[in-house]
């Protein structure tokens, strides 16, 4: 069956308009309960966890709401990073998980992600299962089979604890003044204090949320805030987080902004001295840059490319036993420590780094040279399919021919907006910028 709500992370899309609809929330979460209570008997358990957004308290309640209808006990976390819910999904033994968050999104997006009882998020196998249920109806359980809600208070608390005992043992951060940007979301409360109690001196930003603030000119995918805040401050580093705190940035001491390909060459770098690079290997998307891939290389180091999206990353990692892996927009998994990209975690990596080595920011944040790379997005109306139209597909075919032997163009369609992401990489920045401005001249007008 083919998936209509289901992307390439979750279901996503604008609060209060299907499938972001309290209604498609209970029936989506009664399909999930029934999926994953399929021998009907008692006990059976659910985590759900949130961001910031105000739409989170009407989409928490729907999804309770539904579960509870098939006989779940729903566990509620309240926001928290959705890297804690794979976490906490796994220790406290429930059989599904559930992070409510449109991630880098604006507040009036939200999303639902879903991660199965190994803390790992679902397969596609498993969503188009679910999403059959969606369509089709399930089966309500009996009256005296109807689910509990409880909400916990612990919940920040457990992660916090487990976060830090990813940093080196015997280890502080005595001396290093950090700017922490949480982006107004899910890790507000529990990023600033993980470093606080490793000893940082901490400036945190973007930890006010009010449910309509999340992602606005801070965090990850807006990080010139972060930036502002380490040189006003003398900030040894920044750590710009997004929403749902699965992403990060690196801000150097001299306003320099490192991106998830930057931060995954150093890990693997240094993990691969040490020894605990499983396979040799980093596993990253087709969107990281060549730098990147010509850097491994000289160190001995392969990268294997998967698609765009941190769980064809992850699912990857597992099929070839690596424990390193990400995404160049900053998703960094360490399987190691997470089921899942987990910002504060690299940013815990990143400052391991410069206690052990004592070599400031700066100095570690540029591991390579990157190749010229331009990503521009062309939005398109909803219901179009531009990649299908001859005009494009004759405009990407000449394209490509240009680049034979100087670079790549790599063309998609989001899995969480109707955006065509058009990404060039070349040496010779004049044929990068032709290139760009044509596929996506010619996209736009086919919309």
């Known amino acids: 069956m083919k998936r209509t709500i289901f992307g390439t992370d979750g279901v996503r899309g604008s609060a209060n308009t299907y499938p972001m609809t309290a209604e498609a929330a209970l029936r989506l979460a009664a399909a999930a309960g029934q999926y994953f209570r399929r021998d009907k008997a008692q006990g059976h358990k659910v985590v759900i966890g949130k961001d910031t957004r105000r739409s989170g308290y009407m989409i928490e309640t729907a999804l309770t709401a539904g579960f509870l209808s098939t006989g779940m006990d729903v566990v509620l976390l309240g926001p928290i990073p959705a890297p804690a819910v794979g976490m906490l999904t796994h220790s406290m033994r429930a059989d599904v998980g559930v992070m409510i968050s449109a991630s880098h999104n604006p507040h009036h997006d939200n999303g639902i992600k879903f991660f199965g009882p190994d803390g790992y998020k679902l397969s596609d196998a498993a969503e188009a299962e679910i999403e059959a249920l969606f369509h089709s109806g399930v089966d309500l359980c009996l009256p005296d089979n109807i689910g509990r809600a409880n909400r916990i208070e612990s919940a920040i608390g457990r992660y916090v604890e487990a976060a830090k005992t990813t940093f080196p043992t015997g280890k502080r951060l005595d001396g290093l003044k950090v700017v922490i940007d949480c982006a107004n979301g899910a890790a507000y409360r529990a990023a600033p204090e993980v470093l606080w109690e490793l000893g940082a001196e901490v400036i945190p ?67 691969a ?65 997470a089921t899942t990209g987990d910002g504060l975690l690299a940013g815990l990596q990143f400052l391991a780094a410069m206690v052990e080595t004592g070599k400031p920011a700066s100095d570690l944040a540029q591991v390579f040279s990157p190749c010229p790379q331009v990503l521009k997005n062309v939005r398109f109306t909803a219901g179009n399919t531009p990649l299908e139209v ?58």
């Not at 003398?234 to 801000?251: H, N, P, Q, S």
């Not at 907006?417 to 032709?434: C, F, G, N, S, T």
């Open 205 to 271: 930003i973007g930890v006010q949320p009010n449910g309509y603030n999340i992602n606005k000119g801070v965090g990850s995918t807006a990080p010139q805030t972060a930036v502002a805040a380490v040189l006003e401050g003398g900030a040894d580093i920044g750590i710009c987080l997004d929403g749902d705190a699965d992403r990060i940035a690196i801000i150097d001491e001299k306003g320099n902004i490192a991106d998830g390909d930057q931060i995954m060459g150093l890990i693997a770098g240094r993990w």
């Open 273 to 337: 001295k040490s020894g605990n690079l499983r396979g040799g290997a980093l596993v990253a998307t087709v969107m990281s840059n060549l730098g990147l891939e010509r850097w491994l290389g000289a160190q001995g180091i392969d990268l294997h490319r998967t698609d765009v999206g941190d769980r064809y990353v992850v699912d990857a990692m597992r099929r070839g036993g690596f424990n390193l892996g990400g995404e160049q927009s900053g998703h960094i998994v360490m399987s190691d420590y």
């Open 390 to 447: 001859a005009s494009v597909q004759a405009v990407i075919k000449e394209a490509e021919a240009s680049l034979v032997g100087k670079g790549r163009l790599l063309i998609r369609k989001s899995g969480t907006e109707p955006l065509i992401r058009v990404m060039v990489e070349a040496e010779d920045e004049a044929l990068l910028m032709q290139i760009v401005d044509d596929v996506s001249q010619a996209v736009q007008d086919a919309t």
